[in-house]
């Protein structure tokens, strides 16, 4: 568990209690109308699975985002720096300095970076200009992220700075999603990772993940 009880900087963490997730997607739905993402990139994705024998087998879904690890494996490949890790522990990408190589792509082991090459309508078939919705969409995409670059989950950043929740927190129905700071032994994330047995997804990829889990059923 790598909480650092010596250190009064905030570093930002979700805990994920497996327990609770049923996969309805709001947290999936939230992400896209938050971050405007085009179809197809999904920065907030629900695995689903099944575990145990017929006829006791369940259900179990695997929600996954960016971990915003520690010790970030796609800041340390970036050739330009456009990698970069705030004092909060957030990774996230300049665009202006991203030149589309695509290496922090390959070297996430989480797969959690995408990169967009053109606005993919949700409607395709549609001869017509692009609806309302999806042209503010469009235009808020090519604001922060751009084409042709490195694109990924910031645990919502700016809500974060607003004193708002992260939009798949926000909107989980079944109080599945925790968010607050893993540093602090007292806040709720803390307690819940140690309390519950939180764990990190693949910690042998030796990235320290802020993201945890509690254990399914």
Not at 14 to 30: E, F, M
Not at 48 to 61: C, H, K, L, V
Not at 192 to 204: C, M, S, T, W, Y
Request: with cysteine; hydrophobic share 30%; net charge positive.
């Amino acid at each position: 568990m790598a909480i650092n009880l010596k250190s009064n900087m905030i570093k930002y963490g979700i805990v994920i209690d497996l327990k609770r997730c049923y996969g309805c997607y709001s947290c999936t739905a939230a992400c896209k109308a938050a971050n405007n993402t085009p179809m197809g990139v999904d920065f907030a994705k629900c695995i689903s699975g099944e575990t145990g024998i017929y006829p006791a087998a369940q259900r179990q879904m695997l929600p996954t985002l960016c971990m915003q690890c520690e010790d970030p494996e796609c800041k340390r490949v970036c050739p330009t720096g456009a990698t970069l890790q705030n004092e909060n522990g957030i990774v996230t990408v300049d665009k202006n300095i991203c030149m589309g190589c695509g290496y922090c792509m390959m070297a996430c082991p989480y797969g959690q970076r995408h990169k967009v090459s053109g606005w993919q309508t949700y409607f395709p078939q549609a001869k017509e200009e692009l609806d309302a919705y999806q042209s503010y969409a469009k235009g808020k995409w090519e604001e922060k992220y751009g084409y042709g670059i490195a694109s990924k989950c910031d645990f919502c950043m700016q809500r974060v700075k607003d004193g708002r929740l992260p939009a798949c927190v926000e909107s989980c129905p079944a109080k599945a999603r925790t968010f607050g700071d893993i540093n602090n032994p007292e806040s709720d994330v803390s307690i819940l990772i140690k309390r519950d047995r939180g764990f990190q997804l693949n910690p042998e990829f030796g990235t320290n993940p802020s993201v945890y889990y509690l254990p399914a059923r």
